[in-house]
């Protein structure tokens, strides 16, 4: 899964999506999750105790399977910044990845759009960073971006360099 540079390119920079949205992915899940143990909470006085076991059991392994898939969806997308372009990398199952490249000559605008007062913490300093060009079909949307901000001055640096 490795990037293709062209020649005399080098990688700058690379961001992954910051980790409180996926805090509440995963608390998305645990609530997902609940309903399911406490129905297997209410009937474990009807189950032998190797019945309950198992249950527990399943619940637990599906639990963590989807964890791990969450996980990796999430953690496997990228923003890397090189000398000559910006390639985004959207997965968007383990399978099926999108990848977006935008040549730093011909991005137009970059647009940054953030939580408001709270994106002054840094635990909810994240949010959309938008890449136009002049083709209308190349736009780079990057969501759950870690300091979109500075994500955005950091393109326009390397841009006027």
Known sequence: MSIKLLEGEKVLR?????PTPF???VLKV???FSPFYFL???????LSLF???IGHLVLIF???????YISLIYWL???VITNMRIIYIDYKY??????SVAFLEDIQDVKTDEKGLLAYFKFFDYGTMTVDTPSSYITLIFEDAPNPEGIRQFVYHVKSQ
């Open 51 to 53: 019945w309950a076991i």
């Open 40 to 46: 297997l909470w209410g009937v474990d006085s009807i």
């Open 62 to 68: 599906f639990f963590i399977l989807v964890i791990i």
């Open 77 to 79: 997308d990228r923003l």
């Open 23 to 25: 805090i509440f992915n």
């Open 14 to 18: 690379v961001y992954h999506h910051h």
């Open 30 to 32: 645990i609530l997902a």
């Open 94 to 99: 383990l399978t099926v990845r999108d990848d």
